[in-house]
């Protein structure tokens, strides 16, 4: 079946650093691939997404890059702020069928120091 | 604001007990997800409805029922609790097309004692 693997946490940055969390895919087909963020007390919001390969996502400063070669799907940000503190979660969706569900890694909690 | 509502917020309830969590989804919505959140777990799919029909089915124990009503709110109902069922049940919901994305809701945190 369908699985997500993405890097363990916490991760702890100063404010303005580069931040990486590498997140690979297992899936047969063509996959739609998220990053979704979970600000603390809240629910999991879309951060970006991309549904073909070579295709790049981003949103906030955000980026990743669909690769189908390596199926990874990596999220960066050349400087992250305070309020990037969060669990980031990487997630598929599987093609075809009519089920819609997506598979999520177990998240990675990112600490913004000042 | 997601949109999607869920309560109660938190319920602390004990073993043996039979909870039901509540899901309103965004307005205009047909689809309706179930995920638990644990740590040792994380995100786990449960339950995907769509149109008040059942359409995928994940890791949900015996145990646990869900239900979409004509309103398309949706109940999910847990029994016979255990300790290990303590988790954030998150609800999410979509318009049901394969790539809109999913709008959550801020979960309801279960405590079984």
């Known amino acids: 079946g369908n699985s997500v693997t993405q890097m363990e946490g916490p991760v702890t940055l100063s404010e303005e650093a580069f931040l990486t969390i590498n997140c690979t895919y297992t899936?047969?087909?063509?996959?739609?691939l998220f990053w979704y963020v979970q600000y603390p007390g809240e629910g999991l919001q879309l951060l970006l997404k991309?549904?073909?390969?070579?295709d790049k996502g981003s949103n906030k400063g955000f980026e990743a890059t669909y690769r189908k070669e390596t199926t990874s799907f990596h999220l960066e940000k050349g400087s992250v702020q305070v309020s990037d503190s969060a669990v980031y979660f990487c997630?598929?969706?599987?093609?075809?069928?009519?089920?819609?569900?997506?598979?999520f890694g177990k998240g990675t909690l990112l600490t913004v120091n000042p | 604001d997601s949109g999607v509502t869920q309560t109660p917020k938190h319920l602390i309830t004990a073993t043996g007990q039979r909870v039901t969590l509540r899901c309103s989804p965004r307005?205009?919505?047909?689809?309706v997800y179930w995920y638990q959140q644990s740590l040792d777990q994380g995100l786990q799919f449960l339950i995907q409805?769509?149109?008040?029909?059942?359409?995928a089915k994940g890791n949900i124990l015996e145990r646990f029922s869900a239900q979409q009503f004509p309103d398309l709110h949706s109940e999910l109902n847990l029994s016979s609790l255990e300790l290990g069922d303590s988790a954030l049940y998150f609800c999410?919901?979509?318009?049901?097309?394969?790539?809109?994305?999913?709008?959550f809701g801020s979960g309801t945190q279960l405590s079984v004692l």
């Open positions: 999410a919901s979509s318009s049901g097309d394969a790539n809109e994305k999913l709008f």
């Open positions: 307005s205009g919505d047909l689809s």
């Open positions: 409805y769509y149109n008040g029909e059942e359409r």
């Open positions: 899936a047969t087909g063509y996959p739609s």
């Open positions: 997630a598929l969706r599987g093609s075809g069928g009519s089920n819609y569900k997506l598979t």
């Open positions: 991309a549904t073909k390969a070579d």
